[in-house]
Structure formats: structure tokens, C-alpha cells
């Protein structure tokens, strides 16, 4: 499956954005779909996950409260929402899908099968 995010940019604390994550070549619903980030010198770390029906949704402590990941299956597309950005937001944003249905591993890294090519996120003080 081929990854298309986009929707990053320069924002101001206190602003928001949306990313978005476009799949093709293979059947989007059979995917958990995650959004991970990676900011200069570090990690790269996953930030939140969604199960292939949506019903489920997982993210990292410091996220919640301020993004939702969401996902569209008739659009082939997952989403996140990200509001009351902090400067230690900023991070290239990537979009992963992972073939396993476990939960066990969903915040892994090294659980996901297929990445895009990332997209920037700035968020100035």
C-alpha cells in the first residue's frame, strides 16, 4: 500500500491542524492506521493509532485531550486533528499501516508495515 500525508505547515502555539494520510494499492480497511512523528535528533515516536473500523483509538499521554486521529474508509484517508499546538510539537508527522489486528504492539514503531513519506509540522512560540 503506497502512504500520501499531508496537511502540515508553519502554525503559532495555540493553533491547529489537520493531517491528512491518503492510502492506495490495497484494501484501506484492512489497515490500523497510525501517526507517529519524528523531531530533530530524535526517535521517531508514535503520537496515536486507530483499529481498521474506527471504533478504536489509542494515543501517547501528552496528545491527549489536544488531537484525535479519525479515519474515512469510504475515502480511502485517515485524519488527525491537532489542537493547542505546543512548539515541542513540531516533528515531521508520519502516517503508518500496520496489517496485525493485536493491540499488543500498536504504539510500536518497528509494528507497522507500510510508511509515508512523512509531512512537517512547525509550530513557532
Known amino acids: 500500500v503506497q502512504l500520501q500525508a499531508s496537511g502540515g505547515g508553519l502554525v503559532q502555539a495555540g493553533g491547529s491542524l489537520r493531517l491528512s494520510c491518503v492510502a492506495s494499492?490495497?484494501?484501506?480497511?484492512?489497515?490500523?492506521m497510525g501517526w507517529f512523528r519524528q523531531a530533530p535528533g530524535k526517535e521517531r515516536e508514535f503520537v496515536a493509532a486507530i483499529t481498521r473500523s474506527g471504533g478504536s483509538t489509542y494515543y501517547v499521554d501528552y496528545v491527549k485531550g489536544r488531537f484525535t486521529i479519525s479515519r474515512d474508509n469510504a475515502k480511502n484517508t485517515v485524519y488527525l486533528q491537532m489542537n493547542s499546538l505546543r512548539p515541542e510539537d513540531t516533528a515531521v508527522y508520519y502516517c503508518?499501516?500496520?496489517?496485525?489486528?493485536?493491540?499488543?504492539?500498536?504504539?510500536?514503531?518497528?509494528?507497522?508495515?507500510?510508511w509515508g513519506q512523512g509531512t512537517l509540522v512547525t509550530v513557532s512560540s
Open positions: 503508518a499501516a500496520r496489517l496485525s489486528t493485536r493491540v499488543l504492539g500498536i504504539r510500536r514503531v518497528d509494528e507497522y508495515d507500510y
Open positions: 494499492g490495497r484494501t484501506f480497511s484492512s489497515f490500523t
